[in-house]
C-alpha cells in the first residue's frame, strides 16, 4: 500500500475517532439534562425535597390549628422514633420537655419555634422579650376589676409566649440521647402535646378553656414561714397544713378536676404569687387550709374566712365559705365560730375568684392540737374538704357561673 492511501486512512481513521467523541460528548450532555438519574435532577429534586421540607412543619400546623389554638411551639426534627414528655412547673411558670431516642444531638435554637397569633419566633428569646413593660403582672391585675388578653397586656398581645428556653442532652448509650428543653414562659398555661411526622407540637392552652373545672388548693405557710407554732413546741402550723393537703391529693387524683397546688413539699412561696395562680387560672373554687392560734389557750372551733367585697358573679366567696363551714363543723365535732369576713388578708383581698380560708382549729389548744396531729383526724379533714369541693362546683355550676 502506498504512502498516500496510509496518510487517507489515518486521516479517515482520525476523524471517525473524533465524530464518535463529539457523539458521545453530545448523548452525556442530553442525558444530563433529561435523566431523572442524572446528578443534575438528583440536585433539582434534592432542592424542592429540602424546600417542601422547610415548610412542612408550618403546613402541619396549619392543619392542626383547631387543636393547637393560637399560641404553640414546634420542636422540629425531633425524630420519628422518639418519644415525649411534658411537666410543668406553674408556680414558676415552667414546662419541661422530655425526649428520648435521639440518635444524635441535633435539636439546637433553631429547631425551637414560637407561635403567637400567626407571628413566628424562631430561635433564641429576643433580650426585648423579658423586659417587664409588656407582660402580665398578676399583683396588680389581681388587684382591679380590668380584664386584659390572656398573657400579656395589650400593647405586647403578639409578642413570643416563651421569654427563655434551654436544651441539655444525656447520654443514655452509645447509639441514643435523651434531651430536655426547658422553657418559661410569659403566663401560666395548660399544655398540650401533639406529635406529627417527627415534629413535636406544644399547644399553650389557657387552662380555663382547656379543662371544665379548675382548682387551686393552698397549703397555708411554709419553707421559712413556719406559721403558727403548738402550744407544747411540738410542731408547726406549716407541717400540718401540708399533710392535710397531701391526703387530700391524693383524693382528688382520682377525680376529674384540674388541680393546681401552691405548694406541695415544705417549700416557700410567698401571698401574691398563690393569690395570682387563682386569677391567671381563672380557677373555679380557691381553697386555702391553715391552723388558727391565739396568745390563750382557751379559744377553739372552727372558722372560715371569705371576701364580702364580692362583684364577680352569683356564686359568692360566702358561699363557698358557708358550704365548708357547714362540711368541716360535721366532720370536727367542734366548736363552729362562723364565717369571717377576711378581706383584710391579701389573699382574699386579691382574689378574683371565689376563695375561703379554711381555719381547721386551734393550735393553741390542747386539745384541738391533738385533734389536728391525729393522722385520722388529718385525713377525715382532708375528706371533708374533698366534699365541700364537689359541692360547691355542683353549686357554682347550677348558679350558672
Known amino acids: 500500500m502506498g504512502e498516500k492511501a496510509l496518510k487517507n486512512i489515518a486521516a479517515f481513521t482520525f476523524i471517525l475517532m473524533l465524530s464518535v467523541m463529539i457523539l458521545s460528548i453530545f448523548i452525556s450532555g442530553r442525558q444530563r439534562v433529561y435523566n431523572p438519574n442524572s446528578a443534575f435532577a438528583e440536585m433539582k429534586a434534592t432542592f424542592y425535597e429540602h424546600k417542601n421540607k422547610s415548610k412542612d412543619y408550618l403546613s ?38 422530655t425526649i428520648k431516642g435521639l440518635n444524635e444531638q441535633n435539636l439546637t435554637e433553631d429547631e425551637i419555634v414560637r407561635v403567637n397569633q400567626g407571628q413566628t419566633y424562631k430561635g433564641a428569646v429576643s433580650g426585648e422579650n423579658t423586659e417587664q413593660g409588656g407582660y402580665l403582672v ?15 397586656v395589650p400593647e405586647a398581645l403578639k409578642a413570643d409566649p416563651v421569654n427563655d428556653f434551654t436544651i441539655s442532652y444525656e447520654m443514655l448509650n452509645e447509639k441514643e440521647y435523651e434531651a430536655e428543653i426547658h422553657f418559661t414562659l410569659d403566663h401560666v398555661y395548660a399544655p398540650v402535646l401533639f406529635e406529627e411526622d417527627g415534629q413535636i407540637y406544644v399547644a399553650l392552652k389557657e387552662p380555663s378553656k382547656a379543662y371544665d373545672n379548675i382548682v387551686v388548693l393552698d397549703a397555708g405557710h411554709g419553707g421559712k414561714d413556719p406559721g403558727a407554732e403548738a402550744i407544747d413546741g411540738s ?8 399533710k392535710i393537703l397531701l391526703d387530700l391529693k391524693e383524693i382528688l387524683d382520682g377525680e ?7 405548694r406541695t413539699g415544705d417549700e416557700t412561696v410567698y401571698l401574691n404569687p398563690r393569690v395570682n395562680l387563682a386569677n391567671e387560672t381563672k380557677a373555679d373554687l380557691f381553697l386555702s387550709i391553715h391552723c388558727n392560734s391565739s396568745e390563750s389557750s382557751q379559744p377553739r372551733g372552727i372558722e372560715v374566712l371569705y371576701k364580702s367585697d364580692w362583684n364577680q358573679g352569683s356564686f359568692t366567696s360566702e358561699k363557698l365559705a358557708s358550704i365548708a363551714l357547714d362540711e368541716m363543723k360535721n366532720i370536727s365535732g367542734h366548736i363552729n365560730r362562723g364565717l369571717v369576713a377576711g378581706d383584710e388578708m391579701l389573699i382574699i383581698h386579691k382574689s378574683q375568684v371565689p376563695v375561703a380560708l379554711i381555719e381547721v382549729g386551734f393550735l393553741s389548744n390542747e386539745e384541738e392540737l391533738s385533734f389536728l396531729k391525729s393522722r385520722d383526724s388529718e385525713k377525715d379533714i382532708a375528706q371533708a374538704i374533698s366534699v365541700v369541693i364537689k359541692k360547691a362546683l355542683e353549686e357554682k355550676k347550677n348558679a350558672g357561673d
Not at 62 to 86: M, V, W
Open 235 to 242: 410542731c408547726y402550723e406549716k407541717s400540718i397544713n401540708l
Open 256 to 262: 376529674n378536676i384540674k388541680v393546681y397546688y401552691t
Open 138 to 152: 398578676p399583683e396588680v391585675l389581681s388587684a382591679s376589676g380590668e380584664t386584659s388578653y390572656y398573657g400579656r
Open 60 to 97: 402541619t400546623a396549619e392543619e392542626l390549628k383547631g387543636e393547637l389554638g393560637e399560641k404553640y411551639i414546634i420542636i422540629k426534627n425531633a425524630g420519628n422514633n422518639s418519644t415525649y414528655t411534658i411537666n410543668e412547673n406553674y408556680m414558676k411558670k415552667e414546662i419541661t420537655l
